[in-house]
């Protein structure tokens, strides 16, 4: 029966002149970073609900990886955290992963939880504190250079509470001078990708708030700095699949933090509240793939999830999202780019919206299974990973290290 | 140069046909309730920053809520947080209180922080879970009646993360028989006051999200059950005041809880991010005060704080919430009253405009010193309470109990 | 080749559990009504592009309606708005609608056209202008008796600009009295929706802002009066799919207005931007249409497209969002419920999740083409319509009658 | 009495450490341009409800705008929306201006409201009516260079409705296009001020939507190219004074658009909604103008008002407008930035926000009272234009030129 449905799913494709072949090779070269804090518990500012399980130090987020890279196929790097996954032997971890086929990815500095960043850490009017801030990051640039990591992934999360409690340019400069003391200190081959955020933990000013923060930082600073596009920073009704057009056409976009909200940043599943923007983004994010002018950028973005799950079981919530980025990015494939094109080009409205919205409500469920097979995949991963008994393994680890 | 300033002040209120001495006696009646919670350590999901010198337990809390009202004068009572502030001797905490000249005020129950209620607590579909909720309810009528409190604070923090993940319906109906039960246990004196809250910690869905369905509920359930108004739990865009004046007129709003935001529910000083919607509520409400249909509701509403400080030294930022409440209410208390009405009947919109807006431009420092001068306080309240060695003294109990 | 998609699609259903013929019935069994207005010129406050070949009259408002119908089978009555489709003779607009298999629907009043209204109708503080505004509504009973439309749709657009302009309480209590006296007229059988909408065309406050207060009035009113959802009236954030449940449990939801927005009330085609959560409301309208506690009202809801179309052409767009609501339908009815409950019972978050996710994800197009036929109908309604010439036909009638 | 108020005001200032005669000075300096639309009808996508005495031409706009200049003394420029204000005497215009001691100020050129420009102007994908785009706009350089004027106000309204109605990439590089062609064309000494704005009247995207999208055209472009704000276009819990403040410090502000909105664009009268926002705005700009590496870029910003007076008589509206926008700068002026600048280098959270705070508190009507007197003014502008009895006299005119 799946063979007769994947059957007709193809056909009906091919007639509608999508070379099936390409669409899956390129699913098949696709790759989705899973995050080693995204395995522990979290939960709200008003409890953390502990679960029986977690993994107690990086190696054992590296066995949870090391799973939904074996049911997934798509997640062979494990992005860190310092110092929440500091240790002082970083070839033991490089190897430790290698033996489970995973990588390290991108390295994040933690600039949240010194008792000294509680007004800021780069940007704090303290010169000491700027100073351990930019150690820290330095020190990170160096922990990314002993797990052969080319990336550095950062997260300023500094800001403000009330209206006159800091001088907004003179923090401004301070971020700038931190900024450029990372970027000199980045191998060629390296590249630093600033996050933004418009609120949260700072409630009345984010010092880098929005992309145009995040975008005028990358600029003056040089190409191997970029902006990281975190889904769920963006204040409500902001259209962020144009943001993503409008920094891929600057060549300025170097990540994404996949997660999803409702309405702040709520760091769910990713797809789950709104998975139709979603598959936009990733309509962008095809487009430019194939346009020779923004490819190279497009083929450089580090696709990272970024989560928190309060109430959820970790690895299948980790397996869900990585299961609908890849859904959200096959059904962009399916994007007739042709007729898109004429009916953009007509201004045919109607018509336009009509072949986006139609790839949109294809079903790639025969299609995903299909690759999974050709990759040696189960074609269910959540079951597969379910049935296998891990779940129940991990409970012998008692309560984990939450952050 | 003080008395002189006062002196112009008046003579031009009098001008205006305000009763000023009127206005002095109203303020001098006015209170705020503050929470045994607001001294203690608090944060964001991210970090909580541990201030030394916090309190340990409910006696110290009511140290330092004695300090608030000595040089406030108007926060004769404190809201006591139910397992937080629970005890085995409910009347030593009564008279602990009485000798700082302080009761007991409203009485909140807990029901987020029991790892039963991870997928909710009276809306929780498994009946042992709502039954422990619905007896820690019940639990705390007892406590209130123990430290003569007539009101329950409820906030119910269930919702849900996911689309699908609970039935709304059955949920609602959990919720209503729960609620029964504490409204047929609470004596014929007191009230319960619901609360209501657009999203979090829960962020798909919250079972009580709005002011709409506290409404629905206090009036299913009948006289001795109000909605109560927390600023920070409204969308964006949300006219808060003109909810509180529809309540108002339906006699269902019991009671407050003041704070201020700037995006979500940031728990900040109240009316440091938009002090001329905490005026306008105010309007509103001494609007009410004066109108015989709705003077009674108004008379009996409870203003309570509820802050969260992350950052702020926590006896001053309690002071500063209050300084600003009673500073709103002060200038609503200046807006001329007739001449709005016959504006407002004219359809005089510019003019209308302007009796709010120059009553709220009104500098009522000058009234609100001689106003304590009166009641025998100092009339710079933040400044004696910072010259008063307190601040220091509180070093001596070293790092508190946190939530 | 679409018998064997069907085929398939149908054995794949089954093997799920699902009840293709009952879904299949409950499909021919969906009705939407479509608005006279949406057939015409309209636009944003900076310009209205007018476009040839836009209905003059009624009569041809009509004709555009039924080719809606025609194409779909799911259009048989059409909403209208008086003024705007006032004449002479309703007798000959009833039979007008009957040659083309169509009836009238509901009977909308205009209360924010007419210069009085310029300060509020059923609000304004001046009894004159209330006076007449009560008088429309009275009309539009009368003509729905003769157009035997049962349904008064009422969008009361009374608001405010400016902090003060108006007196909240005496504006709700002229509101109350108003809708009283609209009530009272009521035949037995006729039913009154009370809209509500958070901002626009008023921007400080409008006088029926949330749900909570059109159910405040409705409650008060009596069985006859109920609430009507407009999908665009929330604020960003909003859990429209909670508000649906809450209101079919209290009984009190009466009908829809259908459209979509991105970040105000922008009257988009609906399911065009958020499709999923046109999906989660209608998985919530079937859940309680199965549910004997709930069924009646559901059954009695009046599905409703208010739209606004800026740029596309009137016809296509109308059919589009008929389309994407019986989508959203369809995919709900494919829902496991027995699975979805024994899920959420047992608070197993992401198995819940995931069916509904997994109804959603479901390309329903070959069970619609297939009901289609057995409708007698095109399977492609758009194509069908698009090529049948009407669009061109049209165009003789040059330009038409905007709002 | 209001010398003595005056005299006890300033004594109290002066004891503060702030230089109240250099406060005066930089009141008396501060202009604000009005808009020649200003004056005229206008209305929402409902309904525009029509006045009478609305200027007919721009000869009488300017006779309304003379009026807010003479009762204020702050407004001797007015912007021009060309084809509004297209005539065919340029000299005309500003002689007559000149009489009534005005001049001409920013030249807005119009992109919305042809036909051709349904689906955008200079982001159209259709070559010929972009050309028609950068006509007009170049056109309007013309008009600038016969009115003197300096300024190009740069509003594009263009954007999509729909996913994948618009190709953003490609329609980004027709903008840069035709941006370039007019940088080309502008005068050395002339500037373009690039608006963005989040939505309206295009629903799902706006090419320039935000401020980083208008500044990174603007740097790309050189140094004639700078970003306009309008306070109005930012996203709900946006803080648009760190925008300014980091625009301020790129060097990259040139203009601002004051009005007011509770949730959308609703352009209502400055500082009605939200009166601290303004005054949090101006904090930065004062500091900026202070601060040597900013000054000249703060010193050059065109501040202009932008409203859209639905239902308020209109020259008293724009008196309003003025007067708030005053009011907002002279409390700005009040900061102590020594005391400030302490608190936020020694991180007192309290005490920087007290200070900021305390200046928004101060009621500077009796210092604007007596400047305006010192400038030959009457204190209280509002009451003396509405004894004038030019609003009498305006109503000879009958119904004006809407919009």
Partial sequence: MAGIEYKVWEEKQIERGIDVEKVKKSIKEFKVETPSWGYGDSGTRFK??????????????LDDAAQVHKYTGICPTVAIH????????????KDYAANLNLKIGAVNPNLFQEDEYKFGSVCNSDPKVRKKAVEHMLECVEIARKVDSKILSLWIADGTNYPGQGDFRARKHYLEESLK????????DMRMLIEYKTFEPAFYHTDIADWGMSYTFATKLGEKAQVLVDIGHHFQGANVEHIVAFLLDEGKI???HFNNRKYADDDLIVGSINPYELFLIFNELVS??????????AKNIAYMIDQSHCIEPKVPAMIQSVLNVQTAYAKALLVDRDELKKAQENNDVMRAESIVRCAFETDVRPLLEKVREEMGLNPDPMKAYLESGYEEKKLERGYGQGW
């Fill in 48 to 61: 953390v609900f502990k679960q029986i399980g977690m993994p107690r130090n990086i190696f054992e987020k």
């Fill in 82 to 93: 310092i110092p929440w996954d500091k240790t002082d032997d970083y070839e033991k971890v």
């Fill in 181 to 188: 003391e990372l970027y000199d200190a980045l191998d060629d």
């Fill in 254 to 256: 170097g990540g994404f």
């Fill in 288 to 297: 430019a793939e194939i346009d020779p002018s923004t490819r190279n950028t």
